[in-house]
Nanobody, 125 residues
């Protein structure tokens, strides 16, 4: 069992930056690919980006490419989402997710085994 706890959300003006963190419990953190998803009010949960467990390969949704960066520190069991040049349309609850079994990251939510509780990000115009 893996528990995920996100932090770092808040209110920021358009053009600003935030860094979200997702701390994971348990061992063998490098065996988990980590994904970030978001869900805005009235919309479906959407993929933001993912990072593999050991190779740190990353990929992103087109909507955030070039603005958001995912990184991880396996020694701290933590994955980060650095968000720059934020836009009002980035407003959402952001979730981190873990996919075990040394599997690669995925853009599909159903591939992830564990989810955090989410953290709110609000970007004002």
């Amino acid at each position: 069992q893996v528990q995920l706890v996100e932090s770092g959300g808040g209110l920021v003006q358009a053009g600003g930056s935030l860094r979200l963190s997702c701390a994971a419990s348990g061992r063998t953190f490098d065996g988990y690919a980590m994904g970030w998803f978001r869900q805005a009010p009235g919309k479906e949960r959407e993929f933001v980006g993912a990072i593999s467990g050991s190779t740190n390969f990353t990929y992103y949704a087109d909507s955030v490419k070039g603005r958001f960066t995912i990184s991880r520190d396996n020694a701290k069991n933590t994955v980060y989402l650095q968000m720059n040049s934020l836009k009002p349309e980035d407003t959402a609850v952001y979730y981190c997710a873990a996919r075990g079994g040394y599997s690669p990251g995925s853009m599909y939510a159903y591939n992830y085994d564990y989810w955090g509780q989410g953290t709110q990000v609000t970007v004002s115009s």
